[in-house]
């Protein structure tokens, strides 16, 4: 991100410290990811150590050092939506993407995950695609989700 950019994200917090979750938030949101120079102007911006920075990157979930994808899938595979199926939607879009989760097409337009449990397991099988629900989901499903997201 250019430093512009980022000195904004900065000043939308008041260059608060305290604030670093919301920067980073809004850093990964647009970069959809960290990159390290965007960490290592925080760090001189905001007067936090940079090893600082990295635990807090690396301990929320939420928070990403590598690439994300543009678009993002996430197969829930807690046990209401494991015995539901949820597998068969996971090989299905493993196979359709030549990814496993936690990884990243090499195009970086899309990435997969698994999760516990998104709260919403009486539609399940669940998959959330860039944070909208897809309840009753199967793999027939899954796989014309995937060629429509392919198309735009
Ligand atoms: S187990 Fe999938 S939503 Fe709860």
Do not use: W
């Amino acid at each position: 991100m250019k430093e512009k950019e980022l000195d904004t994200i900065i000043n939308k917090y008041g260059a608060d410290p305290s604030e670093i979750m919301g920067m980073l938030l809004d850093i990964q949101e647009k970069e959809k990811y960290l990159p390290k120079k965007d960490l290592q102007h925080l760090s001189v911006k905001l007067g936090l150590p940079l090893t600082r920075i990295y635990q807090i990157a690396t301990f929320y979930e939420a928070l990403s050092l590598k690439p994300l994808g543009h678009n993002q899938i996430h197969v829930c595979t807690g046990t209401a939506c494991h015995v539901r199926g949820a597998a068969g939607i996971l090989n299905k879009l493993e196979e359709r993407l030549g990814i496993k989760p936690g990884e990243v097409t090499s195009d970086l337009n899309f990435g997969l995950k698994t999760v516990n449990c998104v709260g919403a397991c009486a539609l399940g099988p669940v998959v959330v695609v860039n944070g909208e629900y897809h309840g009753e989901m199967t793999a027939l499903k899954a796989d014309r989700m995937l060629k429509r997201l392919m198309k735009n």
